[in-house]
C-alpha cells in the first residue's frame, strides 16, 4: 500500500539505521506534512545519523548547527557583512540555510539563540537589516535535545515546543541491530556515498498532495473531541494549543499518504495523537514527557471512533 | 451508561411488579420478595457491581425450587405460581444487570408479569400502569438501541424517544379503536375474582344476608333512561319454596329466549313506557341479568340467553368478565298461571304464623286489601336491625323474628309476608336483588354496592304479580366521600370506554365521525371465527415485520450500508472474545481480527470499509458486492 518511492526511502534509511522503522516513519511523516521533528533522547542512539540519511536518501542540502551555551542568533541565520569593494552590507547566510538543518542539543543554547531557530521555523524564512530572505523549500528542522534532567541545559519553553509537529524518541537499538551496527562498515564514508532514492522537488510534490488528501467530517468532530479532552483532563494543566490541531491533522494526513491513501481513516488520527500532542500537554504533576504520551493515551481509550 | 437508561429499567421492573401486585391476587408474602428490587437497583443506580455468579445461580435455583413447590402445594395454582416466580426473578435480577440482554430480560419478565396481571384484574389502576409501561419500554428500547450501536453520545435522545413514545401511543389509541373487538380474555376465562353474592342461587338460605348487607362491594354501575323513577327495585330472580330454614326455586324452568342479531327478545312489543337501562355488572357468582320491573329486551353479547317462569333472565353461565348490557322493562304487572299452584306451598311446623296473619287480615275483604294490612303490620311493628341472634333451639327462626326478636332485616319481613299471605290463601313468591343505590352526581349514574341486597314480596292479586315491601326503611348509610366518588366516575369512564369498547361503539363512533359526509354501510358485528382471527394475526404479523424493516431502512439510512456491515463484524469479533471497545479504530479491529486467525480477509475487508466511509466516494454495484462477499466469508 506504502507509496511506492516513499517505500524506498523508508527502506533506504533503515538499512542505514536498524531497527528504527518507527522513528523513521515518523521522520518521513513529518517532512511530508512539512514539520519539524524533535528527537529527545540520551547522546549516541543514532539522532544525527537518522538527519544526515533523510537529507541524503531525499538529495536535499543539509546542515548541522550544533548549539553550545555561547551561541549567538547570528551563527544560524547568517550576518550582513560591509563588503569594502561594493560599499555594501552583504548578508552572509548561516547555516540554517539548508533543506534540512540538524539542530543538534538545541537545549544546550540560551533562549535567545533558541528563539532566533524557532522564529525561523515557523516563518520559513529571516528577516536581517529589514531585508527578508527565503528559506530553501522543502525545509525542515530536525533538533534534538538530551533530556532534561541533564546538567547545563536551558528547556524549551512551551511556546516553543509547541512548533515541533512531532516529539519521538529513538532509544537504545534492539540486540541484534546493535550487534550488527558494531560489524558494519564505518557509517561516515558510507552515508558520504549514499546514492538519493527521492529529489526535493518529488517532496515538495507531495506535500502538495498531502494537503489534498480527503478528511471526512466525522474525523474533523473525532481530532476534535480528543483537543477538547486534552484541555478538559484533571490531570493536565495546559491542553493541546490550536495549533496543536493543526499539526495533528496535517501529520494524520500525511500519514494516510505514506500509506498510499488519499483518505484520512481514524487510525491515522488515533496512532499519531500521542507523538503529535504528547510534548504540548503541560501535566499537573511535574513528570516526563512520556508522562503525557500516556495520559494522551488514556484519553484516545475514552473517545469513540466514528464509525 | 446513560442514567436515562439505568432509570428506564428500573422503572420498567417496578412497573411490572406493581402491575401484579395491585390486582390482589398475589401472595401477600411476595410483597417482601418485590421489596427486594429497591436496594437492588438503588446499587444498580449507583454502578455498584453485580452479585457473583454463584449467589445469583443459588438464588435462582432457590427460586425455582420454591416455585415448584408453590404451584403444587402452597397456591396450588400454577398461573398464581407464575405470577410468584416473575416477582422474585425480578428481585434477583436486580442484581445482576451487566448486559444489554439483562435489560431485555427485564423487560420482558414485565410484560409477562403485566400479562399476567390483565388476566387478573380489569382495574383503572392497571390501566395506567400499563401505559406507563408501554411509554418507557417504547424509550428503553429507542436508548438501547443507539447504546448497541455505540452512537449515543451523538443521537440527541429525547426527540426521537418522545416522538416514538407519542407515536406508540397514538398508534396503540387507533388500533385499540379500530380493531375488531374479540370476546374474552386472552385465554378464555378470566381469572378475577367473582364477587361473592347470596340470594341468587336456586338455594338460600334464610338468615345470609346480615353479612352482605355490610359489604360496599360495588356489583354494577347503571345508566337509566330519564323515564326511570325511584324507588329502583332492581329485580333479579324469584324463590318459591320454604321449606323453613332455607328458600328454593323448585320449578327450575328455562326456555332459550328469541335472538334478533344482539337482541334477545321476552316481550316482543315494547309498552311505551318501557324504560332502559345501561348496566355494567361486575364478575358476579351468578348468572342472574338484573333489570328494573319485567325485563322485556336484552342487548347483550352473548350466544344465548333464558328466562325463567318468573320473567328472570339469566346469561347461559356465570360471567367472568364484567358485563355490559341494555335493558328494556316494564314495570307493568305480568299475569299470572290460572291457579299458581307452585306459589302456595307452606312448611307444615309453623303454628302460630297462620294465626297472626288471620289476626292481621282481619276485616280486609279483598286480597289486595289482606296484604296491604300485612305490609303495614310488618312495616309499623317491627325494628330494621342487621343485628339478630339466632334462635333458641327448637324455635323456628321466622317465628322467633315474628314473636320473640321482632327485630331484623329484608329477609325476615319478606319472608313473614310471603308465609302470611300463603297462609291467608294467597300465592306469592320472594324475590332477591337490589334496592336503590347511591347516585353518582359526577357521572349520572347509579352505582349499587352489595350492601343494597334486598328482597322483597311479589302476590297474585286478581290475577296479576303485584309487588309488595313489609321491610321498614333502613337507617340512612354514611354517604361515600366526593373523592371515591370522582375516582368511582372514572373508573366508570374506563370500563365504559376502554374494557367495554365493543363493535357497536365502533359503528357509533364510525357513524359519529362519517355523519357529515356520507352514511357508511352499516359494519357487521364481529364474532371470533377461526378465518377471522387468522386475519388479525397476519395483521398483526405483517405490522411488526413492516416495523422492524422501516427501523432496518432507519439504521442503514443513518449510518449507510456500509458501516452497518462493519459494525455487525465488530459485534461478531466481540462475541468471539475480541477486545473491541467504542474507542477501537478500524485498524484496531483488524488487529484483534488478525489475533482471532482472520488476519487477511478482515484486512480487506477493512480496507474496503475505510475508503467507503473515509474516502468520500462511498462505494459502486462491483464493490458492495465484493464487499457483501468479503462480509459473509468472514
Known sequence: MTNNSLKLLQERIDSVIRGKQGAVKMAIVTLLGRGHLLIEDVPGVGKTTLAFTLAKATNCSFQRIQFTSDMMPTDIIGVSIYNPDTKNFEFKEGPIFANIVLADEINRTGPKTQSALLEAMNERRVSIDRKTHTLPEPFMVIATQNPIEYHGTFPLPESQIDRFMMHIKLGYPGYEDEKSALLGQSSLDFLENMQPVITGDEILKMQREVDGVRVDDSLLDYLMAIITETRKNEKIRLGASTRGAQFLLKAAKANAFYEGRDYVVPGDIKDLAPTVLGHRLILKARTSIYDAEVIMKEILERISVPV | ?634
Not at chain 2, 334464610?206 to 347503571?222: A, E, H, N, Q, W
Not at chain 2, 307452606?346 to 286480597?367: C, M, N, V, Y
Open chain 2, 1 to 634: 451508561m446513560p442514567r436515562s437508561y439505568k432509570l428506564l429499567t428500573a422503572l420498567l421492573a417496578f412497573t411490572g411488579c406493581v402491575g401484579l401486585v395491585i390486582t390482589g391476587a398475589l401472595n401477600p408474602l411476595m410483597l417482601i420478595a418485590g421489596a427486594g428490587l429497591i436496594p437492588g437497583y438503588i446499587r444498580f443506580w449507583r454502578g455498584m457491581p453485580a452479585l457473583s455468579k454463584w449467589t445469583i445461580g443459588g438464588l435462582s435455583t432457590a427460586t425455582l425450587f420454591l416455585f415448584v413447590i408453590d404451584a403444587l402445594i402452597i397456591t396450588g395454582d400454577i398461573f398464581i405460581a407464575v405470577a410468584h416466580l416473575t416477582i422474585a426473578f425480578q428481585a434477583i435480577k436486580s442484581f445482576d444487570l451487566k448486559e444489554p440482554w439483562d435489560h431485555l430480560q427485564v423487560y420482558f419478565m414485565s410484560l409477562l408479569q403485566l400479562i399476567i396481571a390483565s388476566e387478573l384484574t380489569r382495574s383503572l389502576a392497571f390501566g395506567l400502569i400499563f401505559i406507563i409501561f408501554l411509554i418507557a419500554l417504547v424509550a428503553a428500547m429507542v436508548i438501547s438501541h443507539f447504546l448497541k450501536e455505540g452512537a449515543i453520545r451523538k443521537v440527541r435522545l429525547r426527540g426521537p424517544v418522545i416522538t416514538i413514545s407519542i407515536l406508540t401511543l397514538v398508534v396503540t389509541g387507533i388500533f385499540f379503536i379500530s380493531a375488531p373487538r374479540v370476546k374474552g380474555g386472552l385465554w378464555g376465562k378470566s381469572r378475577a375474582q367473582n364477587i361473592k353474592t347470596v340470594g341468587f342461587s336456586e338455594k338460600v338460605d334464610f338468615g345470609s344476608y346480615g353479612d352482605v348487607k355490610l359489604d360496599s362491594t360495588i356489583v354494577m354501575r347503571i345508566e337509566t333512561s330519564k323515564n326511570a323513577l325511584q324507588p329502583f327495585y332492581w329485580r333479579g330472580r324469584t324463590l318459591n319454596y320454604f321449606d323453613g330454614i332455607s328458600w328454593l326455586d323448585t320449578i327450575k324452568t328455562r326456555t332459550g329466549i328469541q335472538k334478533q342479531g344482539n337482541t334477545f327478545i321476552i316481550i316482543p312489543v315494547l309498552p311505551e313506557n318501557a324504560l332502559t337501562q345501561k348496566i355494567f355488572l361486575e364478575p358476579l357468582d351468578s348468572e342472574i341479568i338484573f333489570g328494573l320491573g319485567t325485563i322485556a329486551k336484552v342487548e347483550i353479547d352473548s350466544r344465548t340467553m333464558f328466562v325463567d317462569h318468573a320473567g328472570s333472565v339469566f346469561t347461559p353461565e356465570k360471567s367472568a368478565r364484567r358485563l355490559a348490557y341494555t335493558v328494556h322493562s316494564t314495570l307493568d304487572e305480568p299475569l299470572s298461571d290460572e291457579d299458581a299452584f307452585h306459589y302456595r306451598q307452606f312448611p307444615p311446623d309453623l303454628k302460630r304464623l297462620p294465626e297472626l296473619a288471620s289476626e292481621i287480615t282481619k276485616g280486609a275483604d279483598t286480597t289486595l286489601k289482606k296484604a296491604l294490612k300485612i305490609e303495614d303490620y310488618l312495616k309499623s311493628n317491627y325494628k330494621y336491625s342487621l343485628k339478630t341472634s339466632p334462635p333458641q333451639s327448637g324455635v323456628n327462626p321466622i317465628e322467633d323474628f315474628l314473636f320473640n326478636s321482632k327485630q331484623g332485616y329484608c329477609e325476615h319481613y319478606a319472608t313473614a309476608m310471603a308465609l302470611m299471605l300463603r297462609a291467608a290463601g294467597t300465592p306469592s313468591r320472594i324475590v332477591t336483588g337490589f334496592l336503590e343505590g347511591e347516585k353518582n352526581k359526577y357521572g349520572g349514574y347509579i352505582i349499587v354496592r352489595q350492601s343494597d341486597a334486598h328482597s322483597w314480596v311479589e302476590a297474585v292479586i286478581d290475577g296479576k304479580w303485584k309487588k309488595f315491601d313489609p321491610t321498614p326503611p333502613a337507617p340512612i348509610p354514611e354517604m361515600p366521600s366526593q373523592v371515591s366518588l370522582y375516582l368511582d366516575y372514572l373508573k366508570m369512564k374506563w370500563y365504559r370506554y376502554v374494557v367495554n369498547f365493543s363493535s357497536s361503539d365502533q359503528k357509533r363512533l364510525i357513524d359519529y365521525i362519517s355523519m357529515p359526509f356520507l352514511k357508511m354501510p352499516e359494519m357487521p358485528d364481529i364474532k371470533v371465527c377461526g378465518v377471522r382471527m387468522l386475519a388479525y394475526a397476519l395483521v398483526i404479523l405483517s405490522s411488526s415485520t413492516m416495523l422492524f424493516f422501516l427501523l432496518r431502512r432507519f439504521r442503514i439510512y443513518r449510518y449507510g450500508f456500509v458501516t452497518v456491515k462493519y459494525l455487525k463484524f465488530r459485534n461478531f469479533l466481540k462475541r468471539k472474545g475480541a477486545n473491541i471497545k467504542r474507542s477501537s479504530t478500524p485498524s484496531d479491529v483488524m488487529k484483534e481480527a488478525a489475533r482471532l486467525g482472520l488476519g487477511d480477509k478482515a484486512a480487506d475487508f477493512i480496507a474496503l470499509y475505510e475508503r467507503a466511509r473515509f474516502g468520500g466516494r462511498g462505494m459502486n454495484e462491483e464493490e458492495k458486492k465484493k464487499y457483501k462477499y468479503k462480509y459473509r466469508t468472514l
